[in-house]
């Protein structure tokens, strides 16, 4: 946002975790918003686990009279690890609201992401935040900065 000519503080300097023991009360958060003009606010709102099952059997959707064969057929489902796979599904949710003295507080966007079984939280979290930011350039939502073209097809890129 620096770069964009914005002022930019993170949360974690207003909202240290080590430092409260309480929750915030309504005019805790209203003194923390003075001063901004809007917040961007990121969060989990679900994991999901999930089992993707191979696909590739033929004549999976026959019958078998004989239960030799259907075992046979299937067996890898007890015995080849690659059978299945699992992982996880991080619903992230993004919400811009203008919280100017002059206009009422209210959500400006939102936008929802998927991130799909990350395998680095540091990964994870920037490529989550380029999304983010290409997405809010895309909507005029926020100024752009000045690119490379590489940049600008990475952008277009996320956002399709």
Not at 45 to 74: A, C, H, P, W
Not at 97 to 126: A, F, H, M, N
Request: net charge negative; with cysteine; hydrophobic share 30%.
């Amino acid at each position: 946002m620096e770069a964009r000519g914005s002022e930019a503080v993170k949360s974690l300097t207003l909202f240290d975790p080590s430092l409260r023991t309480e929750k915030m009360t309504t005019e805790e958060l209203k003194a923390i918003e003075n001063g901004f003009d809007t917040i961007l606010l990121t969060k989990v709102i679900g994991v999901e686990d999930k089992i993707q099952y191979k696909e590739n059997y033929q004549g999976y959707d026959e019958t078998y009279r004989k239960f030799s064969n259907e075992y046979l057929m299937y067996q890898d489902i007890y015995y080849n690890p690659d059978y299945y796979e699992s992982y996880s599904v991080y619903h992230s949710e993004t919400s811009m609201y203008c919280i100017c003295p002059t206009k009422d507080r209210e959500l400006i966007w939102k936008g929802y992401i998927d991130i799909i079984d990350p395998t680095s939280i540091e990964v994870s979290v920037t490529d989550y935040v380029y999304m983010a930011i290409a997405v809010l350039e895309h909507e005029q939502l926020i100024k752009l900065k000045p690119d490379t073209k590489e940049e600008d097809e990475t952008k277009e890129e996320l956002i399709n």
